[in-house]
């Protein structure tokens, strides 16, 4: 599947409908006890999240003016937490989008999608 997954909008030049802090509040509600903010530059970086509660550790990063966030986990944690990203915007805003950093996909994350959804959404992508 998908490693080093970007979530961001269809059209580059729009910011991600959401703020670093209500990524922050919402990931402290997934993962109480497992995610942990991370010092970065704040004119790079918006937002670095580790996340320890889930299998293998990885991070969410809201890079600066949220023009994407960038997945580092597994293809499953990815999956996972670009569906689960998708919640948090609003139905109606701009086309968010999903691809690796190779390019050798672009997944369209819409509103109710499940994971099983942006897999076989990803299969199809891949098999092209």
């Known amino acids: 599947m998908l490693q080093d997954l970007i979530i961001g909008c269809e059209d580059d030049a729009l910011p991600l409908p959401l703020t670093a802090d209500a990524l922050l509040e919402a990931a402290q509600v997934r993962w109480p006890d497992g995610v942990r903010v991370v010092d970065e530059d704040p004119r790079k970086i918006a937002l ?3 996340v320890v509660a889930e299998g293998p550790g990885f ?16 293809p499953e944690q990815n999956a ?8 948090l915007m609003p139905a109606n805003g701009p086309r968010i989008v999903a691809f ?12 109710g999608m499940t994971v ?12 092209g």
Request: charged share 30%.
């Open 59 to 74: 991070s969410v990063t809201a890079t600066h003016a949220l023009s994407s966030i960038d997945l580092d986990g597994t």
């Open 116 to 127: 099983a959804d942006f897999d076989r959404e990803v299969r199809s992508a891949l098999e």
């Open 100 to 111: 690796d950093s190779g390019l050798t996909a672009e997944i369209e994350l819409t509103p």
């Open 48 to 50: 670095r999240l580790d």
């Open 80 to 87: 996972d937490v670009a569906v689960w990203l998708r919640t």
